[in-house]
């Protein structure tokens, strides 16, 4: 018989300790793995009620269980027609929890293709937070908040330069994901690059943005310049009773009879436009979809965003592994009740 137990009367016991510390820390970890991930921390910046792109984007945006919508603010002037929009999109949505943001006035006034939305909305009317200071409440929220915040930037970035200006503190704060620019492939799958909208419509805000010490991330025309929905799964969307996907169509059958020469049908019965800043949703919270590559990326006063070595590093979706596969999240996240 192995005595060695019983020269050594402890043994045992500190097996059965070790064993059973073993099979918690087990348990514990396999707990941790079922755990559901903390919710990512977000602002949208965005030039809604122009194109019909930036009204997708808030509708994935708030069907995305990983992201945690904290504030939403108008750029690129017209302050008061984006804060309606945003106001009632949210209330219609059932998300009078996040707050409104006025956006900084560059100047550009007027309305867009979705004023008939909001004709009779007022903003007083909305039951959430509004900020008429739309981008002290950009900076108050990174400054006060206890994690990282993503700042989703979907169209031209007054906003961010002039926030950046008053509180340069916010780039050690939070990362920045965009839709901008066009590094190897233009609009509409050109093989010659673009000046993209959203650089173009004011270079030295961007050239700003990216120059900070931020991490960022880019969907430019090479990835979102591809995104269309046809067909079954466009008809899914439109034919919908989701409030999200309701709204969404409401505002681009609207949008659309704006835009359309007269005799054409809408395309808002067969197809969406291109749905440009819904990508810069789907990278602030995954990118297996997507082939990324860090660039070195220099904004030029023409509103270009060219590759140089030295330049600011752009974390860049530089083309699709599987865009069939993002049209499908699209879909299901917008119809999903």
């Not at 994901?177 to 492939?185: A, E, I, L, P, T």
Request: with cysteine; aromatic share 8%.
């Amino acid at each position: 018989m192995n005595n060695r137990f019983f020269r050594h009367p402890f043994s045992l016991a500190a097996l059965v300790i070790a064993a059973l510390t073993g099979l918690w820390g087990i348990a514990q970890s396999s707990r941790a793995a079922d755990a559901p991930a903390a919710k990512i921390p977000v602002i949208l910046d965005t030039d809604i009620g122009d194109d019909i792109d930036d009204t997708w984007a808030l509708g994935l945006l708030l069907k995305s269980p990983e992201l945690d919508l904290k504030l939403v603010v108008g750029d690129y002037g017209k302050p008061e027609y984006r804060a309606r929009l945003l106001a009632k999109f949210l209330e219609r949505a059932g998300r009078t929890d996040v707050a409104v943001g006025v956006g900084f006035d560059n100047g550009v006034k007027g309305e867009g293709g979705q004023a008939a939305w909001i004709k009779d909305y007022s903003l007083k009317s909305y039951p959430g937070k509004v900020h008429a200071d739309g981008v002290q409440a950009l900076i108050d929220t990174i400054m006060k908040s206890d994690r990282l915040m993503t700042l989703i930037c979907i169209g031209p970035l007054p906003n961010i330069a002039e926030a950046l200006r008053r509180e340069p503190r916010i780039a050690e704060r939070a990362r920045f994901v965009g839709m901008h620019g066009s590094v190897r492939v233009g609009y509409g799958g050109n093989s010659k690059i673009s000046a993209e909208w959203n650089v173009k419509a004011n270079p030295k805000a961007c050239q700003k943005a990216f120059t900070v010490p931020w991490e960022m991330t880019i969907t430019p025309l090479d990835t979102c310049g591809l995104v269309h929905l046809t067909g079954e799964k466009y008809r899914k969307v439109r034919d919908s009773k989701a409030p999200v996907a309701t709204a969404v169509i409401e505002n681009y059958r609207l949008w659309a009879d704006v835009h359309k020469k007269p005799g054409q049908p809408s395309a808002a019965e067969s197809h969406s436009s291109t749905l440009f800043d819904t990508v810069a949703v789907y990278l602030a919270f995954a990118q297996q979809l997507c082939t990324m590559e860090t660039i070195g990326l220099r904004v030029t006063d023409d509103g270009f965003t060219r590759i140089e070595p030295g330049a600011k590093p752009v974390c860049v979706a530089v083309s699709w592994k599987d865009l069939g596969a993002y049209e499908d999240l699209l879909v299901e996240r917008l119809t999903t009740p």
